[in-house]
Nanobody, 128 residues
């Protein structure tokens, strides 16, 4: 069973930065290493649907971003540490949400419904 644990959320002023991390672990018999999964980040604000933030391919060779975060957020991964990161710069109050990481077997996607595993989320609050 794959488990994802996000960390790094918190309260920051507008214009500030945060770096989220998502640690991946798998059961001893799953046989599916982190490097075989594409990873995504999504966020969900109160009363709103879960929204695509970014995705990164299994080897980190390609990344895609939602329109609202392009040029401000950067996703990266370290397959040796089984961890994916989301560097968030120039944060805005409208970025306030719970941020989730998700894993999808091999192929990346911007659609939440296509991801197989999800973390519990980490709260990001941006004050004006």
């Amino acid at each position: 069973q794959v488990q994802l644990v996000e960390s790094g959320g918190g309260l920051v002023q507008a214009g500030g930065s945060l770096r989220l991390s998502c640690a991946f672990s798998e059961g001893a018999i799953s046989g599916r290493p982190f490097s075989n999964f594409a990873m995504g980040w999504f966020h969900q604000a109160p009363g709103k649907e879960r929204e695509f933030v970014s995705t990164i391919s299994w080897n980190g060779g390609s990344t895609y971003y939602g329109e609202s975060v392009k040029g401000r957020f950067t996703s990266s991964r370290d397959n040796g540490k089984n961890t994916v990161y989301l560097q968030m710069n120039s944060l805005k109050p409208e970025d306030t949400a719970v941020y989730f990481c998700a894993a999808r077997w091999f192929r990346d996607s911007s659609l939440a419904a296509e991801y197989d595993y999800w973390g519990q989320g980490t709260q990001v609050t941006v004050s004006s």
